[in-house]
């Protein structure tokens, strides 16, 4: 019993639940196949619904930039199906995890995390405003390359072969991108626009890496509780603060002035523009989810490894419904963003062999010591 005990209260290890019984290994294997299904699903739909947006008349930023967080209200009844709880322990390993962090602490990581989604949500705003849905969705490969900078520093990531293999296989997929600007650009956008939504597209890449690792970090060194209601909290309350920013941003820009003209000369028609927002701020409500999942039970870079997954999901559906060109040289760069994300989830199988491993041994020598004694 004292053994079955050990192996319950055993945590993870770099975001990773190692000698878990079988029936909870399953479960939180569950869990990760959920969580992946909402960010592919959630992420492809979003940018999709993003581009369509822009191409049938929309033209409002900030408005963009809104529905990428204000769908956050369809979460709050989830908040009464998994209430936050707190197991009572004298261990202290599960005590770590059920300590609650102060209110002022937790309102400075909603605040700070806020922010950073309102500069990272407008930056991608102009970058898909700017630049084709396939270029866009394949330039989001460099934040897998960036989370792992972030995650060496914050979180303890170490560089292997095949990781930086991986790094550098994606990095060439998007300077592919960038030398294939004039080819690509059917939309009638000039070169300089293109340069600003691809400069934009990366730099958000950069800035919401730093925003997947420090939540990490903050999972790790603040919150220290496992529930749901953990990973539903890190996404209502930050997203509360990302809306209310935007709604000033679209009054004090003016932009709101023209949403009903917007919303008049839209091409499929008003219900189509409602339908179209509304749908936009569910579809990435969803991915948000399964992105916060991942990195509550695995890692931040891992959870950036499945978004990039969408990257081949992204420009076949984009050829599909806004007939988007699939050069030699873009399918090549779907290709290379293939390859680095094989070599890295190759990587993520070798950690996990290597754990098991050390796990078994370490069982083994326990159990000697307990004969012995």
């Not at 790790?220 to 209310?244: G, H, N, W």
Request: net charge positive; with cysteine; charged share 15%.
């Amino acid at each position: 019993m004292e053994a079955a005990r050990e192996l319950q209260l055993q945590t993870r290890v770099d975001g990773r639940k190692w000698g878990l019984p079988k029936l909870i290994h399953y479960k939180w294997w569950l869990r990760v196949i959920l969580y992946i299904l909402f960010l592919l699903v959630g992420q492809t739909a979003a940018i999709l619904l993003g581009r369509f947006y822009y191409d049938k008349g929309g033209n409002s930023k900030w408005m963009a930039t809104f529905v990428q967080s204000a769908g956050f209200p369809i979460l709050l009844p989830l908040l009464f199906f998994f209430p936050s709880s707190t197991k009572s322990n004298s261990d202290p390993v599960a005590s770590s995890f059920t300590t609650k962090p102060k209110l002022t602490t937790l309102l400075f990581l909603y605040a700070a995390f806020g922010l950073l989604l309102i500069g990272d949500n407008m930056m991608y705003s102009y970058g898909l405003l700017y630049v084709p849905v396939s270029t866009y969705s394949l330039l989001c490969a460099t934040q897998l390359a960036f989370n792992a900078f972030f995650s060496y520093f914050l979180n303890s990531q170490k560089f292997t072969p095949f990781i930086i293999n991986s790094l550098f296989l994606l990095t060439i997929s998007s300077s592919l991108l960038a030398v294939n600007a004039d080819s690509d650009n059917t939309t009638g956008i000039s070169r300089g626009k293109y340069v600003i939504g691809f400069l934009f597209t990366v730099g958000a890449s950069a800035l919401y890496s730093l925003y997947l690792s420090l939540l990490q970090l903050s999972f790790e060194k603040v919150i220290k509780r496992e529930t749901f209601s953990v990973v539903l909290d890190m996404q209502i309350y930050p997203s509360f603060v990302a809306t209310c920013g935007c709604i000033v941003g679209l009054f004090a820009s003016g932009e709101w002035k023209g949403l009903s003209k917007e919303m008049k000369e839209f091409e499929e028609g008003k219900v189509s523009y409602l339908m179209t927002l509304i749908w936009t701020a569910v579809t990435w409500q969803i991915s948000s989810v399964g992105l916060l999942g991942l990195i509550f039970e695995v890692s931040s870079l891992f959870s950036n490894v499945i978004s990039t997954l969408a990257l081949p999901i992204g420009p076949i559906f984009a050829v599909i419904f806004f007939h988007d060109k699939m050069q030699t040289v873009k399918v090549f760069a779907v290709l290379l963003a293939i390859w680095g994300f094989v070599s890295y989830i190759y990587q993520h199988y070798l950690d996990d062999s290597k754990s098991e491993a050390n796990k078994t041994k370490s069982n083994e020598v326990s159990g000697s010591a307990r004969e012995i004694c």
